[in-house]
């Protein structure tokens, strides 16, 4: 199972909303990311936790909040967005051994839109 | 990460080779070249990466210059389902680096194949 799944495919929310987004992979990887790409431009990298413990925050503002409940999962909580954080939310993993071989497997993404 | 220079759209006729170039004059010794492909909306699937070696796998040929401040992949009889946007990046390999967990994305050439 070489799969990185995300779930919604779709999210529609209001501004006073919270939603969470939820990722999961089966392969053993220790490392998950969360990446923001907004229409026509390139993935931007959020958050990574590595054995479950946060690693890199970029700066994101506090109305995401990351979550790596255990090895497999991993949550984006999500409050009092903006309608500029709409975006596709990509999630990946990686093994998180630091090596040559330190391949990314990405989800499908969460098609978020905020109103 | 070092930064990468990518022509920002490129074409091919179906059957053909795909040749992308990638410019990386300021890479260092320790950083892998890496190629990624994002098909419309989609997350990005990993191509191949290489370090100073060149390196072939089932999908390309990643072809690194002696000097290491370019690279170039190749896909060697492109189909209508390789049109996508592909990406060069640059990053520290082995555990403890600095920018480890990061991958950080480039604008990326976008590869059209026609029939």
């Known amino acids: 199972d070489t799969e990185v799944t995300q779930t919604p495919k779709h999210l529609v929310m209001g501004m006073t909303n919270k939603k969470s987004l939820k990722c999961e992979q089966h392969?053993?990887?220790?490392?998950m990311y969360w990446y923001k790409q907004k229409a026509k431009k390139p993935p931007e990298l959020m958050f990574v936790?590595?054995?479950?413990?946060?690693?890199i925050n970029e700066s994101v503002p506090s109305r995401f909040s990351p979550e790596c409940p255990n090895s497999s999962l991993l949550n984006l909580h999500l409050h009092a967005l903006q309608p500029e954080d709409s975006a596709l939310y990509l999630c990946?993993?990686?093994?998180?051994?630091?090596?040559?071989?330190?391949?990314?497997?990405f989800g499908s993404g969460t098609q978020l839109s905020v109103l | 990460d070092a930064k990468t220079t990518q022509p920002p759209s490129m074409d091919c006729a179906e059957g053909r080779a795909a040749n992308l170039p990638c410019n990386h004059s300021?890479?260092?010794?320790?950083?892998?070249v890496y190629w990624y492909r994002q098909i419309h909306s989609q997350g990005p699937q990993y191509i191949i990466h290489?370090?100073?070696n060149n390196e072939t796998n089932e999908m390309a040929s990643l072809i690194i210059t002696e000097d290491r401040k370019s690279s170039t992949l190749i896909l060697p009889h492109a189909t209508l389902r390789d049109t996508a946007v592909y990406y060069c990046?640059?990053?520290?390999?082995?555990?403890?680096?600095?920018?480890?967990?990061?991958?950080?994305f480039g604008q990326g050439t976008i590869l059209t194949v026609h029939p």
């Open positions: 936790y590595s054995y479950e413990k946060l690693s």
């Open positions: 990946a993993s990686s093994q998180a051994g630091g090596g040559r071989d330190e391949k990314l497997f």
């Open positions: 300021t890479i260092s010794g320790n950083e892998y």
């Open positions: 392969m053993g990887h220790r490392a």
């Open positions: 290489g370090l100073k």
């Open positions: 990046i640059v990053r520290v390999g082995g555990a403890g680096g600095t920018s480890y967990g990061k991958l950080t």
